[in-house]
């Protein structure tokens, strides 16, 4: 293929894949992944407890104003799948019956919900309004895990303003001095979930992104059970959702300081480490078009200044740019295979 036919192909995939997102957008379709999505089903019964086939069953994201509509199946069911977390209401309408409808129904991350739909006989003009929320005891499946609401996110104290420390709060964890451990797993081998992405780095123990907490709208620790859509795990999966815009304006503010003139000292040693850190940024989100398009953005920055020397940072010297690395060289480290003596930190071609 020459040049030309090849950026050809080129700008026709990326035309064909910017005209799926704007079009994916403007439909109002979710592109997220499954590990970070939930989902609600239910029965429509009537009365006597009979099952209601074709009816009719809305569901709203109070937030958004998304709406999405399913007809139940033979069998009276319904179901919706691959929502985001927040908080929705289920509306029923069906000749003959009152209109149902439950509002404020809080679903979390990575959770199978299901509220079930009982009509009453009567005129649809009247409407039958559950309040009652749904229950917490997961009845869809066998997972085990533990949600962390935002309000318990931004309020929690946290070290270095690190979500991932919430999985302490979740039972089986606990702290060792190389890092957290599930169920007797290994260290630093769970898996990090971002909005569906995969934010882990085994290779190097650690995460390359880790949002802070007022990005975070939901954290949670899957520590037995779960399905298969997950892997990598060495006893627990940590998923977190980050916030978005809804169809009002909202945004935050922050600033976490820390002085070593306010820290008390080691306890061994009487000394106090110098310490200056602040950390401090901001979120903002709304609509762009109401109950369609929504935005979200956010900032932290984070200044440290200490007496801790970073010895894993340098720069080559003029000796290693020409090639010579024997300052590195340590003391004889023994022979090789062919009696040739061998150094610490020796390099070999």
């Not at 997972?143 to 999985?167: A, D, H």
């Not at 003139?261 to 306890?267: E, H, R, V």
């Amino acid at each position: 293929m020459d040049r030309s036919a090849f950026l050809f192909k080129r700008n026709q995939l990326f035309a064909l894949s910017c005209a799926y997102l704007l079009l994916t957008i403007g439909a109002g379709v979710p592109l997220n992944a499954q590990t970070n999505t939930g989902s609600i089903r239910g029965t429509v019964t009537d009365p006597s407890g009979a099952v209601i086939p074709d009816a009719a069953v809305v569901l709203t994201n109070t937030g958004t104003g998304v709406q999405a509509t399913q007809r139940t199946n033979q069998a009276g069911d319904y179901l919706f799948e691959f929502l985001a977390p927040g908080t929705y209401k289920v509306e029923s309408e069906v000749a003959g019956f009152r209109k149902f409808l439950r509002d404020n129904i809080t679903l979390d991350v990575a959770r199978q919900l299901r509220v079930d739909v009982s009509l009453e006989t009567g005129q649809v003009s009247e409407t039958v309004d559950v309040t009652g929320q749904a229950a917490l005891v997961e009845t869809e499946n066998g997972e085990l895990g533990t949600s962390i609401q935002n309000q318990m996110v931004t309020e929690l104290p946290l070290l270095s303003r690190s979500p991932q420390s919430l999985q302490l709060l979740a039972p089986g964890v606990v702290s060792t001095g190389d890092g957290p451990v599930t169920n007797g797993g290994l260290v630093r081998k769970d898996p990090y979930y971002i909005d569906g992405v995969d934010s882990s780095n085994h290779v190097w123990s650690g995460t390359p992104v880790n949002p802070n907490p007022d990005v975070i709208q939901e954290f949670k620790t899957l520590t037995n059970s779960y399905s298969a859509e997950y892997g990598e795990s060495s006893g627990a999966t940590l998923i977190a959702i980050t916030k978005s815009g809804t169809n009002a304006l909202h945004g935050t503010l922050f600033e976490f300081w820390q002085n070593d003139a306010l820290n008390a000292g080691d306890f061994f040693g009487h000394k106090v480490a110098n310490l200056r850190q602040d950390q401090f940024g901001g979120t903002a989100g709304g609509p762009i078009i109401r109950n369609k398009t929504f935005f979200f953005v956010d900032t932290q920055i984070t200044r440290s200044k200490g007496n801790v020397a970073l010895t894993n940072l340098t720069v080559p010297t003029s000796a290693f740019r020409a090639g010579d690395f024997s300052s590195i060289l340590g003391a004889a480290a023994g022979t090789d295979a062919l009696g040739m003596q061998d150094y610490k930190n020796q390099i070999f071609d």
